[in-house]
């Protein structure tokens, strides 16, 4: 197949090394497109061309990927897909300007220097060729689970806007302190907050943006937290330890010993 990759970014180069196709590339920098295209054994084509390609793929900043379907609907023959990390916007964009032909909404939950690892998919018009990008997403090793846009969406305010909201405020509440003082859970928070905060801002402001209401329950829960009595803290930490439980099963006796770190 022929495959077009908007976005010539870390995402994008990850799409064109799993995927088995004749590769080609285009960016807002066209330097960009280049370098990946040499990298990966492919060309670089113009951002606003008209040559048509078999598969598109918009590999953009999630906050771009509706625009970026309406833009280039036009250069696909056969399949649109994205790799944004949002899917309510782009699979919506994609029914409007691509109706009748394959579509795919994909969202590696991984940075690609980590992969292979869990893919959602929202296969919202299945095809052959969506059929061999899948299979080539699970020929790499990858663990590709089916969902909804809204299910996805939903999700990603836990598992990325909550999370990286409570990292990055440990971050910037957190004092500097002699290493001897660490504890497990505060040097695993160390941890988590250098991860963060080693990526890039602009990705983890579109995350933010795009599924703040996860932030806002971060904060109201913090807020709570702060401003609990004694025995209403108690019974968030047991909301918090129930919530626990029913996730792996494990029965926590909360009220039966001392914290242990």
């Given at each position: 197949?022929?495959?077009?990759?908007?976005?010539?970014?870390?995402?994008?180069?990850?799409?064109?090394?799993?995927?088995?196709?004749?590769?080609?590339?285009?960016?807002?920098?066209?330097?960009?497109?280049?370098?990946?295209?040499?990298?990966?054994?492919?060309?670089?084509?113009?951002?606003?061309?008209?040559?048509?390609?078999?598969?598109?793929?918009?590999?953009?900043?999630?906050?771009?990927?509706?625009?970026?379907?309406?833009?280039?609907?036009?250069?696909?023959?056969?399949?649109?897909?994205?790799?944004?990390?949002?899917?309510?916007?782009?699979?919506?964009a994609m029914r409007e300007h691509?109706?009748?032909?394959?579509?795919?909404?994909?969202?590696?939950?991984?940075?690609?220097?980590?992969?292979?690892?869990?893919?959602?998919?929202?296969?919202?018009?299945?095809?052959?060729?969506?059929?061999?990008?899948?299979?080539?997403?699970?020929?790499?090793?990858?663990?590709?689970?089916?969902?909804?846009?809204?299910?996805?969406?939903?999700?990603?305010?836990?598992?990325?806007?909550?999370?990286?909201?409570?990292?990055?405020?440990?971050?910037?509440?957190?004092?500097?302190?002699?290493?001897?003082?660490?504890?497990?859970?505060?040097?695993?928070?160390?941890?988590?907050?250098?991860?963060?905060?080693?990526?890039?801002?602009?990705?983890?402001?579109?995350?933010?943006?795009?599924?703040?209401?996860?932030?806002?329950?971060?904060?109201?829960?913090?807020?709570?937290?702060?401003?609990?009595?004694?025995?209403?803290?108690?019974?968030?930490?047991?909301?918090?330890?129930?919530?626990?439980?029913?996730?792996?099963?494990?029965?926590?006796?909360?009220?039966?010993?001392?914290?242990?770190?």
């Amino acid at each position: 197949m022929d495959l077009l990759i908007v976005g010539a970014g870390a995402m994008g180069r990850w799409f064109g090394r799993t995927v088995d196709a004749d590769l080609a590339f285009a960016d807002a920098d066209p330097e960009r497109a280049t370098a990946a295209a040499d990298d990966l054994g492919g060309r670089a084509v113009p951002l606003d061309g008209d040559e048509q390609f078999d598969v598109v793929c918009l590999a953009v900043p999630m906050r771009l990927a509706a625009e970026a379907v309406d833009a280039n609907a036009h250069r696909a023959t056969d399949v649109m897909c994205d790799v944004t990390g949002s899917m309510a916007a782009p699979v919506a964009a994609m029914r409007e300007h691509f109706d009748g032909h394959e579509r795919l909404s994909l969202h590696p939950l991984f940075a690609p220097q980590n992969g292979p690892g869990n893919v959602a998919a929202v296969v919202d018009e299945s095809g052959p060729l969506t059929d061999a990008i899948l299979a080539d997403l699970d020929s790499a090793g990858n663990h590709v689970f089916e969902t909804t846009p809204e299910e996805h969406d939903r999700a990603m305010e836990t598992v990325q806007a909550a999370t990286h909201a409570a990292v990055l405020s440990f971050g910037l509440a957190a004092d500097n302190v002699r290493d001897e003082f660490a504890t497990p859970v505060s040097a695993a928070l160390d941890e988590l907050v250098a991860s963060v905060s080693g990526g890039t801002p602009r990705v983890y402001a579109d995350i933010q943006s795009s599924f703040g209401d996860g932030t806002d329950r971060v904060a109201d829960a913090a807020r709570a937290l702060a401003m609990a009595d004694p025995e209403t803290f108690a019974d968030l930490y047991r909301t918090v330890a129930r919530s626990d439980t029913s996730k792996d099963g494990n029965e926590h006796e909360t009220d039966k010993h001392d914290p242990v770190e």
